[in-house]
């Protein structure tokens, strides 16, 4: 970025301004904003790690202004992919396109909110939307299918992977059983046996 760090304090040249340990921020003497109050820095809130090929989010405030425009930049190592996502919620993803791993640092800035019509000083940065911020997506999409092809592939153990029991091979028709209808109940063997005052008849009879 447009950091040096000497004895703590941070300058930033490009905004005219030095920031001290405690997060003091003094601007430069003889030096004005170079765009006025009509701009929001988009910066890292806290130190993030990115490993090789993933992505991190980071969240926005939602724009003061519709006539807002937002610039990003990106690093060495990584490149930014402005979200839309639901409920009017704005991120912005930091894409890791190399094969080491990333640190942003608190505080480094990734973008800022202009109103419409004026242009940063800085060539780093490039508008959503625009050709140059589309090659950068390029980048991150290459990062994501990188990322998939790393994934280890499943590997084909033998056997089946549920056990099945084994049944004996039948060596004749087994018969169907017989149908029962659901009015009727199966005979029991103690329906079957005769009423003690039905067998004395039957036996007078005989």
Not at 49 to 69: F, H, V
Not at 98 to 115: C, T
Request: hydrophobic share 35%; charged share 25%.
């Amino acid at each position: 970025m447009d950091f040096m760090v000497p004895a703590g304090i941070r300058l930033d040249l490009a905004d005219g301004t030095y920031r001290l340990p405690d997060e003091v921020r003094i601007r430069m003497y003889g030096r004005r904003p170079p765009y006025g109050e009509k701009i929001d820095k988009i910066e890292v809130r806290e130190s993030r790690r990115i490993g090789t090929w993933q992505s991190a989010e980071i969240p926005l405030r939602q724009r003061s202004c519709d006539l807002m425009k937002l610039w990003v930049t990106r690093g060495d190592r990584w490149v930014p992919t402005f979200v839309l996502g639901p409920g009017k919620k704005c991120y912005v993803k930091i894409t890791n396109v190399s094969g080491r791993v990333v640190w942003l640092q608190e505080h480094d800035r990734i973008g800022m909110w202009l109103a419409e019509g004026r242009v940063p000083r800085l060539p780093v940065y490039v508008l959503v939307g625009s050709r140059r911020y589309a090659e950068w997506q390029n980048l991150a999409f290459q990062a994501a299918a990188d990322e998939i092809d790393d994934v280890p592939e499943m590997v084909d153990l033998p056997g089946p992977a549920v056990e099945r029991p084994s049944y004996a091979t039948p060596t004749r028709i087994l018969p169907r059983p017989t149908a029962i209808s659901p009015g009727s109940r199966a005979a029991s063997p103690e329906s079957s046996k005769p009423r003690p005052g039905v067998s004395k008849t039957i036996s007078a009879l005989t």
